[in-house]
């Protein structure tokens, strides 16, 4: 089966930016919707954004919109979150995720899933 990882977490003062990596294998990740959610302690998870597959449109939660972009490379399995701006509330595990339909927003609307990265935004 394929599978998707994250990598680029890390610890992050408040302002700066991180760049989070989804890597696919095993599937054709053309083939899916690419969506970014996290998980705070305590909280539910939490969606982030999302990307066509085609990568011409994406949508994102308004509290990261105009700081939080997303792309992807088909030709290379890999979708990225470029993270700027960032703040002590964007502290979370970060997932990558794959769906069918685009507007997906929910994670019972995901169908697979990695197993996240720490991102930590210190004051």
């Known amino acids: 089966q394929g599978q998707l990882v994250e990598s680029g977490g890390g610890w992050v003062q408040a302002g700066g930016s991180l760049r989070l990596s989804c890597a696919a294998s095993?599937?054709?990740?053309?083939?899916?919707?690419m969506g970014w959610f996290r998980q705070a302690p305590g909280k539910e998870r939490e969606f982030v954004g999302a990307?066509?597959?085609?990568?011409?449109?994406?949508y994102y939660l308004d509290s990261v919109k105009g700081r939080f972009a997303i792309s992807r490379d088909n030709a290379k399995f890999t979708v990225v979150l470029q993270m700027n701006s960032l703040k002590p509330e964007d502290t979370a595990v970060y997932y990558c995720?794959?769906?069918?339909?685009?507007?997906?927003?929910?994670?019972?609307?995901?169908?697979?899933w990695g197993r996240g990265t720490q991102v930590t935004v210190s004051s």
């Open positions: 995720a794959a769906a069918i339909n685009y507007g997906a927003l929910l994670p019972h609307e995901y169908s697979y």
């Open positions: 990307i066509s597959r085609s990568g011409s449109s994406t």
């Open positions: 095993g599937r054709t990740l053309s083939a899916y919707v």
